[in-house]
């Protein structure tokens, strides 16, 4: 039932691979090529279809046939280059099913922090064995409509946070239950009756709804959010209580429980609200007692409904570049009454807040050259780049053509140049063909109200020939708010551009639902590219060049004419 | 050593290639030069389509790469001229589309990833380079002189008459299509000159190609045949001339129905006739010719009257009855504007509203071609004196296309080769006089001397003509330099600051001197294209519906191409009715927004107040009860927008649409339109049935949402005033005692 995947490391061991796995890639590598559409590519406006990229083969027998084989380095490095790429795959539940009730929540304490426009959640829960086998499988559930808008799910050991996230698998929704579940694999088995504390994060999107849905230009809008005061478990808690906080103390409406604690509840101190702690030990899991707040949150709620994000590798121009395409949306309080330019006049000489987006503000790497901003009809001139001086970043301050109110859609797409050398090493050795690219998976504006991501679509283009593409997202001692690798879309395509003959490598990697708490996650590709892949453009170039130039010379040695000799 | 080696290089066979590699380079440089110096507005602003015409060329190309030759040939635009459509593929000259839609492909195969927007601006520029090489082919073949050619080359390249069309981003016919204007003339010219099939089948595939590409292929249809009639009338026929035309005409004008948009007019409308004429009376002339080597003079005299009176008679009781019953279509409006230039303002109104279809200013003249326009006369009698085939050419071109660039702006253009030609001759033979550097020797001076003086008299001595002067050398030359200097300067200038802004997006200054981008019309288009259905119907005036088509990506009523009159004076007579007329047409024209134009704010003085009087104008002409322009001047005629107003004027929808809610913007009272110069009236006019969109930060462009039928079934102004006045309304009706309310 249970679906693993090899989660290849870096070492240095699979960069120098031996003669005999060289010529076994090789064939492997023009096998599966043969196979690689090239994707249409546009450069200019575009909407590229996902769906007609050919996905790679990376199904389940396939790599069990190589595990089998034991060939240790090959499994990482086989399949057109493709070793740790993965397609998430989620587990099927039986009907029915209901998590086994071998844990119980000695303590969970809930932080909801409802400072941005999307909601981030921190459980930190003391968990203890009750059954009499050593378990390590921990169930979170979801109601399936919002698991899918759950980002950057991430658990640690709160005592040991350095010791990495734990193995998260994702389960397919139970269609008894309607609960979609997170599958929590400690890396222990955790002995009867010891406890541990898990620190569980995530983000959850669209999880917050103005009211009223509709306003006028210059009122201030509200946002409601709701949720159940018990948490819902897959297990029994014994105590237990939720922290809201709230961006301001302007907190309108909230609700009041009776008799579930002595004494009032929620407790409030400023922005924050607490309700709880309450004793649940004889509450069945599972059982919901709907809380709903409502407050001002005169900021936009900036969603992206798809952000495609391209980063080219040039070895011969040392160059990355990289652009990224948005597909943003309001999703605060829509306009009661159509949008008027003179209240809006007022509003921008005031200074005063608003639901609308002004501007995006976007933090460049030090070093960043020639950004652009521009959309689907050309150059948005009321944009502004602040370069970086020395060490600090550079600012790109990109206004949108008209200011973006509530319901309203802009699409629009940024690009720069950086150094490559910044980004680009190579792996030690003197003949190594190994390079190690590092590079932010997600950069996005800086806002104060956060950023939401519906979809992010990564591609990492590589130059021509490069091959053995491995990727890792890196980890720290906190959440850098990207998924486990494991719900990471990865798979390699080839992308023909400027007079390549094969096409460039082309690793993508997707994720759905991701927020801007993922900024500044970086990633780690490996591939290896030799002197000659380098040097197949200059030949190709020169071969061809040359070809025309002897067809031209042989055509006007061809005499044509009818005259008499 | 060093002469010597110079001499070398300078004479003799190495000498000759030496001269040839340097005009190679020279032509190169030209080209480069006439390419660079169209990039202000890119360097300037970005790479970006300007005007109006070329958003739609814009969206052809982009409908062509997208879907295909076959699709774009069949292509039916249900966005356009809604709710009629536009029959796209076969009412448009494909020719530019498909050029660049070839070279988008051929950059692909090479999977060079170009935009076709970049390809689509660097058209024009990179046909100009090609432009200024055809001319220097063109001038070569009139002049012995190595240097007309290269001087002719270098004028065509910087000349303000043609980067006023060619600038990056003015993707429009006249791109590609001066250029084969220029080389379909040099085809001909050589095809007469050597009487060759091929150049002459050539001479017709360039027809074709620009028949594909311009409207104003008609001017070479008629040239040519007009060159050729000139020729007979002055007794020049030959076999050269023969082959040339006949083979011009019969694969040319098969080329030329192969367009779908000009089909079978070369045989039925009257703007071809000529070339059809003359193509008959060739074959009468050459039969003549034939007939003449077999029979004595004194038949053949009596022959040739009566069978040219006979075929003129034939041809024009022909021509009469073809013209009657309809077959041959009557002289188009346009045509006729030609020779009447108040013909289209009082007949055609939508023809003579049309900026670029003004007569040109005598200043136009200057502007555009600055010191040609006096050595064009100069070259033109250079051409009289020496008046080969291919000068009769050159002075027939002169006198037609001057007559022409007087009468429409627009016309300029096809003006503006011949100017460069003439004017290179003229100039060519200044500088070949004064530019060699020896004197007559005194030597073959004397030599002649005795001979000459014993024999004849003094007058009928050859004369030696030379400059001997050095002062007068320098001077002519260093003149000759200043002038040509002085071009230079003057065609930069006039292209950076005449002919090189977008139009789309307009540049000003701030304060402390940095520019400031005006962008309100892609403002507002974006905004349509992002946040409205993907249906909504945009009512605007004409000029914007390229625009919008292009860049908001939405249907709309009209637009530039001007192929319904009537539809047209429909959204005139919306825009210039009362609300209670306007609204019904808007319902039924399912139209969900309506633009305008407004420059009061800004004092952007091309805004649709200062265009109305052309749509009541066009209105009037399809409604003339019900649109009357009088009414919209006051009793002393003025055209006035503040409080002294005419009624008509005050509520009409454009008036009201374009200062709804100014006066807010303004302390009370003081609401000023700095276009007109005039104070607006207090009062924000009262719009009922359309309610404000969207306005763009300068207020340049105004969207208006056409409200829906009320839901009570009230008439809209009467909806107003009872939401506005509800509470008076109430005060005066509680007068009674309350009576307390039951469910």
Redesign the interface.
């Known amino acids: 039932m249970q679906v693993k995947y090899k989660n290849a490391r870096l070492s240095k061991s699979k960069v120098t691979a031996t003669q005999d796995e060289e010529k076994l890639l090789s064939i492997s590598r023009s096998a599966q090529c043969g196979r690689l559409g090239h994707p249409s590519i546009q450069w200019g406006p575009r909407i590229i279809s996902y769906a007609s990229f050919p996905k790679l083969d990376l199904t389940l027998p396939h790599l069990e046939f190589l595990s089998i084989l034991n060939l240790g380095e090959i499994v990482s490095s086989s399949l057109c280059a493709a070793t740790n790429l993965t397609t998430p795959s989620r587990l099927d539940l039986p009907s029915g099913f209901k998590p086994p009730q071998v844990f119980k929540n000695t303590n969970l304490v809930r932080n909801t922090n409802l400072e941005k426009s999307y909601v981030r959640e921190t459980i930190n829960v003391v968990v203890e064995n009750v059954d009499n086998q050593p378990q390590n499988e921990y169930y979170v559930p979801f109601p399936a409509e919002v698991f899918d808008r759950i980002a950057g799910f991430e658990v640690r050991d709160k005592k040991a946070p350095n010791k990495g996230r734990f193995h998260v698998d994702a389960t397919e929704a139970v269609p008894t239950s309607g609960n979609q579940y997170f599958v929590i694999h400690l890396p222990e088995p955790l002995e009867p009756k010891s406890q541990i504390t898990l620190r569980i994060s995530y983000q959850v999107l669209s999880a917050l709804s103005p009211l009223p849905a509709t306003i006028t230009q210059d009122d201030k809008q509200y946002l409601t959010y709701s949720f159940s005061a018990f948490m819902p478990s897959a297990y029994v808690t014994d105590t237990q209580k939720t922290k809201l906080k709230f961006p301001s103390a302007i907190v309108s409406d909230y609700t009041t429980t009776d008799g579930l604690k002595s004494g009032s509840d929620p407790e409030r101190m400023g922005a924050t609200y607490t309700y709880g702690p309450y004793d649940t030990a004889k509450v069945a899991p599972g059982t919901e007692h709907p809380i709903t707040v409502r407050y001002e949150f005169t900021k936009p709620v900036i969603t992206v409904n798809l952000l495609e994000r391209d980063l080219e590798v040039s070895h011969w121009g040392g160059n990355l570049a990289t652009e990224e395409r948005y597909w943003l949306r309001n999703n605060a309080s829509q306009l009661a009454n159509h949008f008027s330019r003179v209240k809006w006049t007022y509003t921008n000489f005031q200074k005063a807040p608003t639901s609308a987006v002004r501007e995006l503000t976007y933090p460049l790497v030090p070093g960043s050259v020639d950004p652009y901003f521009i959309d689907d009809i050309g150059n948005v001139s009321t944009s502004r780049y602040r370069p970086s001086v020395g060490k600090k970043a550079g600012h790109l301050e990109l206004k949108p053509r008209y200011p973006v109110f509530g319901g309203w859609n802009y699409s629009f797409r940024i690009g720069w140049n950086n150094e490559l050398s910044s980004f680009l090493r190579r792996a030690a050795g003197v003949n190594s063909d190994s390079h190690i690219l590092k590079v932010p998976f997600l950069e996005g504006p800086k806002m104060a109200e956060g950023v939401q991501y519906e979809r992010v679509v990564v591609r990492v283009i590589l130059p021509e020939g490069a091959h053995n593409v491995r990727f890792e997202t890196v980890e720290g001692i906190n959440s850098n708010g990207l998924p486990g690798a494991n719900s990471i879309y990865a798979r390699l395509n080839s992308m023909k551009t400027y007079m390549d003959t094969l096409g460039r490598t082309t690793l993508t990697l997707e994720v759905d639902s991701l927020t801007d708490e993922a900024r500044d996650a970086m990633m780690v590709v490996t591939y290896d590219h030799s002197m000659m892949d380098a040097l197949r453009k200059p030949f190709t170039i020169f071969a061809g060049l040359l070809t025309l130039f002897i067809a031209a010379w042989g055509i006007g040695k061809i005499d044509v004419s009818i005259k008499k000799r | 050593m060093a002469p010597s080696s110079l001499n070398v290089m300078l004479k003799g066979s190495s000498g000759r290639s030496t001269r040839g590699l340097l005009r190679v380079i020279i032509l190169c440089t030209i080209a480069a030069a006439a390419v660079s110096s169209r990039l202000f507005s890119v360097i300037r602003?970005?790479?970006?389509i300007h005007e109006f015409d070329p958003w739609f060329n814009f969206r052809a190309t982009k409908y062509l790469i997208e879907n295909g030759f076959y699709s774009f040939w069949d292509w039916f635009d249900d966005r356009t001229w809604h709710p009629l459509g536009r029959v796209t593929g076969g009412t448009l000259y494909p020719g530019l589309m498909v050029t660049s839609g070839v070279i988008y492909h051929i950059l692909r195969l090479?999977?060079?990833?170009?935009?076709?927007?970049n390809i689509c601006v660097l058209l024009a520029p990179g046909f100009s380079g090609l432009t200024a090489l055809a001319m220097y082919l063109l001038t070569s073949e009139m002049s012995t002189s190595p240097s007309a050619g290269l001087l002719a080359a270098a004028f065509m390249g910087i000349t303000p008459g043609y980067i006023s069309r060619s600038v990056a981003g003015s993707y429009d016919n006249e791109a590609i299509a001066i250029f084969l204007l220029v080389f379909t003339f040099y085809l001909w010219i050589k095809a007469v000159k050597n009487g060759s099939i091929m150049w002459g089948a050539l001479t017709a595939l360039f027809y074709g190609y620009m028949v594909s590409a311009w409207g104003g292929y008609v001017f070479i249809t008629n040239l040519i045949p007009l060159h050729v009639f000139v020729l007979l009338c002055m007794g020049r026929y030959s076999n050269r001339v023969y082959i040339s035309y006949t083979t011009w005409y019969a694969l040319g004008t098969l080329g030329s129905m192969q367009i779908p948009f000009v089909g079978f007019l070369p045989i039925r409308n009257s703007d071809h006739m000529s070339a059809l004429g003359v193509f008959g009376l060739i074959q009468l002339v050459a039969f003549a010719e034939f007939i003449r080597t077999y029979l004595p003079g004194k038949e053949f005299q009596k022959l040739l009257t009566s069978m040219i009176l006979l075929t003129v008679g034939l041809g024009f009781g022909g021509l009469v009855l073809l013209s009657v019953s309809g077959v041959i279509a009557p002289w188009s409006g346009r045509f006729y504007s030609l020779w009447d230039t108040g013909y289209a303002k009082i007949h055609i109104p939508i023809i003579a509203s049309v900026s670029e279809h003004q007569p040109t200013a005598w200043p136009a003249f200057f502007f555009d071609l600055n010191f040609l326009i006096w050595l064009f006369p100069a070259g033109v009698f250079m051409c009289f004196q020496k008046l080969k085939d291919e000068h009769v050419f050159v002075v027939i071109y002169a006198v037609l296309a001057s007559y022409f660039a007087g009468v429409m702006v627009r016309l300029m253009l096809t003006l503006t080769p011949i100017v460069c030609v003439a004017a290179a001759l003229a100039l060519s033979s200044i500088l070949d006089s004064f530019l060699v550097a020896s004197t007559p020797s005194s030597s073959s001076e004397a030599k002649e001397k005795p001979t000459a003086e014993d024999k004849s008299l003094r007058s009928t001595r050859k004369p030696v003509v030379g400059i001997y002067s050095f002062f007068s050398k320098s001077v002519v030359v260093g003149s000759v330099i200043v002038y040509l200097l002085l071009f230079v300067a003057h065609c930069t200038w006039v292209t950076s600051n005449a002919y090189s802004s977008p139009s789309v997006?307009l540049a000003s200054k701030l304060p402390d001197g940095s520019q400031y981008?005006i962008?309100d019309y892609?403002?507002?288009?974006?905004?349509l294209?992002?946040?409205t259905p993907d249906n909504a119907k945009i009512m605007a005036w004409w000029d914007y519906g390229y625009q919008i088509g292009?860049?908001a990506d939405r249907p709309t009523l009209v637009d530039n191409n001007t192929w319904n009159n009537t539809h047209i004076a429909t959204v005139g007579k919306a825009m210039s009715s009362r609300e209670e007329v306007s609204y019904p047409i808007l319902r039924q024209h399912d139209v969900d927004y309506v633009l305008v134009v407004f420059g009061g704010l800004l004092g952007y003085s091309g805004d649709d107040l200062n265009k109305f009087l052309w749509m009541v104008r066009i209105a009037e002409g399809i409604w003339p009860d019900e649109v009357k322009e009088r009414d919209f001047f006051t009793a002393r005629g003025e055209y006035r927008v503040d409080e002294e107003a005419t009624p008509a004027m005050k509520n009409s929808l454009m008036y009201k649409m374009s200062y709804h809610?100014f006066q807010?913007?303004f302390p009370p009272g003081q609401a000023m339109d700095r276009v007109r110069g005039t104070k607006v009236p207090k009062e924000s006019p009262q719009l009922n049935t359309l309610?404000?969109?969207?306005?763009?930060?300068n207020?340049i462009v105004r969207l208006y949402?056409v409200k829906d039928l009320d839901n009570l079934g009230r008439d809209h102004s009467s909806a107003v005033a009872f939401d506005k006045g509800l509470k008076r309304k109430r005060a005066t009706k509680h007068k009674g005692p309350r009576v307390l309310r039951t469910e």
């Open positions: 602003f970005e790479s970006i090479l999977t060079i990833p170009v935009d076709i927007r997006v981008i962008d892609r403002e507002a288009y974006y905004w294209r992002q946040n292009g860049m809610n807010s913007l309610e404000e969109a969207f306005t763009s930060e207020w949402k």
